[in-house]
Nanobody, 127 residues
Framework: AVRLVESGGGSVQAGGSLRLSCVGS????????MGWFRQAAGKEREGIAA???????HYPPSASGQFTISQGIAKNTLYLQMTNLDPDDTAMYYC?????????????????????WGQGTQVTVSS
């Protein structure tokens, strides 16, 4: 089974930056879709960014360039660079993955499209 482990969360002041990491293991074959999601207290989980095994990235239409998804040299490593953080960005951030037999993301930013989830890493932004 696919296993995902996130790291890199923490506390930061408004305007600061953080980089989250996610290491995946247990994939079958070379095709996957991996994404970052977040869930703030009392809110639904929302998709931030996703990337497929061909390197195509996906962001929501409302994306402002604040978050950038990337892969490591080892493609099972995923990063999320977050800049100009605001207290509204305070949330638990999750890495998610799907392991389909094709190299694109179907419903890339929809939580229901992913079967595998990490334990989450907390990001807290203070004003």
């Amino acid at each position: 089974a696919v296993r995902l482990v996130e790291s890199g969360g923490g506390s930061v002041q408004a305007g600061g930056s953080l980089r989250l990491s996610c290491v995946g293991s247990g994939f079958t074959g070379d095709t996957y879709c991996m994404g970052w999601f977040r869930q703030a207290a009392g809110k639904e989980r929302e998709g931030i960014a996703a990337i497929d095994s061909s390197g195509r990235s996906h962001y929501p239409p409302s994306a402002s360039g604040q978050f950038t998804i990337s892969q490591g040299i080892a493609k099972n490593t995923l990063y999320l660079q977050m800049t100009n953080l605001d207290p509204d960005d305070t949330a638990m951030y999750y890495c998610a993955a799907e392991n389909p037999p094709y190299d694109w993301c179907s419903g890339a930013l929809a939580p229901g499209e992913y079967n595998y989830w990490g334990q989450g890493t907390q990001v807290t932004v203070s004003s």
